[in-house]
């Protein structure tokens, strides 16, 4: 992948087309025309356009962070009630 290729990414459940723009270790930056935003950047990892992460995977690794994160402001708050 350089900077220039056309690569389709998901974005809202369908796939889009388009032009690599800047291209890091882990992340590469996409210029993607849109109805009402042409020309927009799109930031996507790397691990995703190549198919090592999905976006099932996504969404349960963020439950899974927003379930600790519950869990640990409960702990707080009992802890606080105790005292």
């Known amino acids: ?3 220039g290729d056309r690569v389709k990414f998901q974005f809202a459940g369908k796939e889009k087309e388009g032009v690599v723009v800047r291209i890091f270790p882990k992340k590469i930056y996409i210029k993607a025309d849109f109805p009402r935003h ?3 950047t799109v930031v996507r990892p790397i691990a995703e356009l190549e198919g090592k992460i ?3 995977q996504k969404k349960k690794r963020k ?3 927003e379930k600790e994160k519950i869990q ?3 702990e707080k708050k009992s802890g606080e ?3």
């Open 1 to 3: 992948m350089n900077v």
């Open 38 to 40: 042409p020309g927009r």
């Open 54 to 56: 999905s976006f099932s």
């Open 63 to 65: 439950a899974k962070r």
């Open 72 to 74: 640990r402001q409960k």
């Open 81 to 83: 009630e105790k005292e």
